[in-house]
């Protein structure tokens, strides 16, 4: 079992930023894809980025690419998600996901099914 556990979340303006991170526990694998999702009310969980286990190959969807940066750190059971440029449809709760079992050494899955272990999600609200 994984257990991820979610923090940094909070009320922030547009055009400000927010650094999330997501500390993995209990048995990590080395081969370990660590993500990021959202979802918004009323609408479906949506991927925003992901990252190997070694760090070299990251990922990122089209609307966060050039302002979020997904991060591991040193030893690599913590992942953090710096937001800048924040904007209000960026509001959302945020899951921290990982695939234990990947498919690669470089794959990134983009898909929610792809992850096995999730967090419990932390809220991130942009004003405008």
């Known amino acids: 079992q994984v257990q991820l556990v979610e923090s940094g979340g909070g009320l922030v303006q547009a055009g400000g930023s927010l650094r999330l991170s997501c500390a993995a526990s209990?048995?990590?694998?080395?081969?370990?894809?660590m993500g990021w999702f959202r979802q918004a009310p009323g609408k479906e969980r949506e991927f925003v980025a992901a990252?190997?286990?070694?760090?070299?190959?990251?990922d990122y969807s089209d609307s966060v690419k050039g302002r979020f940066t997904i991060s591991r750190g040193d030893a690599k059971n913590t992942v953090y998600l710096q937001m800048n440029s924040l904007k209000p449809e960026d509001t959302a709760v945020y899951y921290c996901?990982?695939?234990?079992?990947?498919?690669?050494?470089?794959?990134?899955?983009?898909?929610?099914?792809?992850?096995?272990?999730w967090g419990q999600g932390t809220q991130v609200t942009v004003s405008s």
């Open positions: 996901a990982a695939d234990s079992n990947p498919l690669g050494s470089s794959w990134l899955p983009t898909f929610a099914l792809e992850y096995d272990y």
């Open positions: 990252i190997n286990w070694s760090g070299s190959n990251t």
């Open positions: 209990g048995r990590t694998f080395s081969s370990t894809v």
